[in-house]
């Protein structure tokens, strides 16, 4: 294969991990310093962008992409950008942008007594047309979200803004340190604080390969939480679609594209007898560790049935202008049966 043949040949599959256009995953592979195809954030640096994804992807909303995240750029030297969707159907109700469902799940705030809601130490370093420059308060970790044309962020923040002081909520983003309110928090509940920092590496990988859970998986919805030490994510596959999870986990544990991952557990269901009712649910379970130690590490649960959640799936997607493709692959034709809960 030429020289040509083996960038574009990258490029493409590094398209797979990032939904980055090809022009631009084709140029920053050629600018890129290292052989590393998705070199790995560390440190603060981690904690952002694992904190930017737990707080958009634990569900409860639909949107185009999971996490309402459309793609991530990657560019030597410079920050990551994350691209969201335009809009999020909530599943109590309604639609708003995801610019501004991601404040709402971001921006630090503290409501009662010491809990802090929202990312501990967020604060907006700079707005730039549809571009909010986010980092940790004392750090040098960066990140750019980057909202749809037209997103105003400035109009966003002062709602935000003017909906706490009606709630008697304490808005912290403003503050040029931490807060003694973040710090309080963070000295009472040292544990799950702790967990947070200690997953950020499992968290920021994903992050940089957030297109895998779109591009790599049979799943119609997928939502995660934290519990503990462990990431949990839960996917669901629509009754009648071959489940796959083995690609993605190919993916995920690649040597070359993927995490510093491997498999220390797994329960396999695909292959048991049929279910006696089409509305039970099947599902396949895989632990998966850091590959140098037991550090903290990931749990997918790949669900395949009638789902048990909301309804209609395939028309919601349908309007936040979900990719046909996709809904071809993950929800074809009838979708009667398709029910689902949570950010697909």
Known sequence: MSAGGRLTALARTRITY???????????????????PLPDSTGDQALLESQILSKLGDGGSWSAHPTGIANVRLSPGRPIVVHLDSHVELSQGGSCPVAWHALDRLLPYASTGIQVDGVLGLRIGAIRGRDLHLTLTETESRLIIRGVPGTTWEDYLDERWDDLVRLRAAALWRSPSFSDLERRDEQSHPLVRGAEKDIAWAGAGLLRRIALFHTSSSAYSTRSWISGSEWIFELDTRHGIRLDHDTLLARLTDPVWGMQLRVVKRHC??????????????????????SDGPRCGLQFRFRWGRAAYGKDARKQLERLGADVGWLDR?????TRGSRGEATP
């Open 330 to 334: 993950v929800l074809p034709g009838d």
């Open 269 to 290: 269901t695909c292959d048991d007898p049929p279910l006696e009712h089409d509305w039970y649910m099947r599902q396949c379970t895989y632990e998966l560790a850091h």
């Open 18 to 36: 990032t939904g980055e256009p090809y022009q631009f995953a084709l140029e920053a592979l050629k600018n890129a310093r290292t052989p590393t």
